[in-house]
T-cell receptor
Framework: QKEVEQNSGPLSVPEGAIASLNCTYS??????FFWYRQYSGKSPELIMS????GDKEDGRFTAQLNKASQYVSLLIRDSQPSDSATYLC??????????????FGKGTKLSVIP | GAVVSQHPSWVICKSGTSVKIECRSL??????MFWYRQFPKQSLMLMAT?????????EQGVEKDKFLINHASLTLSTLTVTSAHPEDSSFYIC?????????????FGDGTRLSIL
């Protein structure tokens, strides 16, 4: 069974600090990895995609992928109270899997303390 | 780009009513859309995969006759909750993915909060 594991948190960081969110996945042949942010009472919003090993930066966000370790992370620099949300890690099966479903982790709740 | 519109945002209705929720891809075509349900403080649960021009694929434990899905065009999928009861009260969210490559993400609608009295 394909699984995506995240620490449920809550993860509390002070404003201005770096928040580090981690995710591991079980399907070794997974190819696509996504981070979604979900504010309370709202639907998920895509914030990062990563497909190859290494780092990918977009503004204050950096996604890191290590396929050998089956590990993907999200770093948020200069954390702001508006970053307080639940962050969902999602993994896409390899090409040919058919339905293009994403496997979601249960999410990590981040609280940025002013 | 990749905007998904979901309507309505809120529904409050009496037990026994059927409720239809629409999911539209506004600026792209989507042969595949997804319907999720989320209870308070819980994770997303995939209910079904909606396929344009064919039957939806339901996840284990989801009643096909209760949650009717129709995907009649490349930009519209509908979910009808038939004879809704209070236990069906939840946050229903649809998503769609861009076509072409397998590694495209899903883009979510704003969700529909359903309350059955």
């Amino acid at each position: 069974q394909k699984e995506v594991e995240q620490n449920s948190g809550p993860l509390s960081v002070p404003e201005g600090a770096i928040a580090s969110l981690n995710c591991t996945y079980s399907d070794r042949v997974s190819q696509s990895f996504f981070w979604y942010r979900q504010y309370s009472g709202k639907s998920p919003e895509l914030i990062m995609s990563i497909y190859s090993n290494g780092d990918k930066e977009d503004g204050r966000f950096t996604a890191q992928l290590n396929k050998a370790s089956q590990y993907v992370s999200l770093l948020i620099r200069d954390s702001q109270p508006s970053d307080s949300a639940t962050y969902l890690c999602a993994v896409n099966p390899p090409s040919g899997a058919g339905s293009y479903q994403l496997t979601f982790g249960k999410g990590t709740k981040l609280s940025v303390i002013p | 780009g990749a905007v998904v519109s979901q309507h309505p945002s809120w529904v409050i209705c009496k037990s026994g009513t059927s409720v239809k929720i629409e999911c539209r891809s506004l600026d792209f075509q989507a042969t595949t859309m997804f319907w999720y349900r989320q209870f308070p403080k819980q994770s997303l649960m995939l209910m079904a995969t909606s396929n344009e021009g064919s039957k939806a694929t339901y996840e284990q434990g989801v009643e096909k006759d209760k949650f009717l899905i129709n995907h009649a065009s490349l930009t519209l999928s509908t979910l009808t909750v038939t004879s809704a009861h209070p236990e069906d009260s939840s946050f229903y969210i649809c998503s769609a993915r861009l076509e072409g490559r397998n590694n495209q993400p899903q883009h979510f609608g704003d969700g529909t909060r359903l309350s059955i009295l």
